[in-house]
């Protein structure tokens, strides 16, 4: 599987789930706080480190909102 490709899908996934989130949100389906945390247990950048994975979601007041934040920004390893 090519680096490219993993990465169009992580992205593909990651639009996925903020339309999903979105929409739950917007209906009422599901609350305005959600947390999910894992750890890729490698880490190319620390010798013997891990990597976090955090995803969070809260209510912020709408000045806090930067627009670099609103896409998903992945770039490819070796």
């Known amino acids: 599987m090519s680096d490219l490709y ?6 593909r996934l990651l639009k996925e ?3 999903e989130i ?9 609350d305005e ?3 999910f945390r894992f ?8 010798p ?3 990597v976090a994975c955090h995803f969070e979601t809260r209510p912020v007041h ?3 909102m930067a ?12």
């Open 17 to 19: 789930l903020e339309y």
């Open 48 to 50: 013997d480190g891990v």
């Open 6 to 11: 993993r990465r169009e899908r992580i992205e």
């Open 39 to 46: 750890y890729v247990p490698i880490s190319k950048a620390i």
């Open 33 to 35: 706080t959600i947390g």
């Open 62 to 64: 709408r000045h806090h």
């Open 22 to 30: 979105t929409r739950g949100m917007m209906e009422g389906e599901i």
């Open 67 to 78: 627009l670099r934040d609103m896409e998903p920004r992945l770039k490819i390893v070796k």
